[in-house]
């Protein structure tokens, strides 16, 4: 088996209502990964409503930690908890909703050992989303890469693999799962982006509201610039 090969990364997943994918979801990442990877998979179920946790009990997986959040926290803060309660240095984030395809996990993750890159990112390509997401989220991107200089197309893309330790040197803000590249960059972290595949949603509906995101976006972008600045600051 190559040396890569022997490297460990913990799989965290935040959901909420995602029960009929998060299961296919995790049968295809064990598909994909458990011959060649040795890797976790932790699960931050943001207080869900539908039948996810009466399902968890019924079917059983191999490395797989469960998160109950006590109440619905966001993807930000869900991100963080399955963060600090990982084994391993190694972190890749990736949607509960199966419109990632867990099959790049293998290819992330082989440039970010062969490069020694602190995060490798996702961009998706024939993004299989709404005409009205697909615009928003051209709109925003364009405006978060025209004022933090990130170079990063779709920062959206919850597919990304990187060092614990480089995360948890952040500040932690509510919407910091949107500006990672950015604020590696800011922190002089080695970054790479790499195309990724998108799949159409099988089951349910996104639980973000489009225009909520742009506005909320602009204010993140100015927490981004202070946090970034504060740093350079102090170096």
Do not use: W
Not at 23 to 34: G, M, N, P, T, V
Not at 84 to 95: A, C, E, G, R, W
Not at 160 to 180: A, D, Q, V
């Amino acid at each position: 088996m190559n040396n890569i090969f022997n490297k460990q990364i913990s799989i965290v997943i935040p959901i909420f209502n995602e029960c009929e994918n998060i299961f296919l979801l995790i049968e295809e990442i064990f598909y994909y990964l458990e011959k060649k990877i040795d890797f976790e998979v932790i699960i931050i179920n943001d207080c869900s409503s539908d039948s996810f946790l009466d399902l968890y009990y019924k079917k059983k997986y191999n490395n797989v930690m469960l998160i109950n959040n006590e109440k619905n926290l966001g993807q930000s803060k869900s991100m963080q908890l399955g963060i600090l309660k990982s084994n391993y240095n190694n972190i890749v984030t990736i949607d509960g909703d199966g419109q990632n395809n867990p099959e790049d996990i293998e290819k992330l993750f082989k440039i970010f050992f062969e490069k020694n890159y602190d995060l490798v990112s996702g961009i998706r390509i024939k993004r299989k989303d709404s005409f009205i997401k697909k615009i928003s989220s051209k709109i925003a991107n364009n405006i978060r890469s025209y004022i933090l200089k990130d170079n990063c197309p779709d920062t959206g893309c919850a597919l990304k693999i990187f060092k614990k330790s480089c995360f948890i040197s952040l500040p932690f803000f509510n919407g910091i799962h949107r500006f990672i590249p950015a604020l590696f960059i800011g922190f002089d972290y080695k970054v790479f982006y790499v195309d990724v595949d998108h799949r159409p949603r099988k089951y349910g509906y996104s639980k973000y509201g489009i225009f909520m995101r742009l506005f909320r976006g602009l204010l993140d972008i100015y927490k981004v610039i202070k946090i970034i600045k504060s740093h350079k600051f102090n170096v």
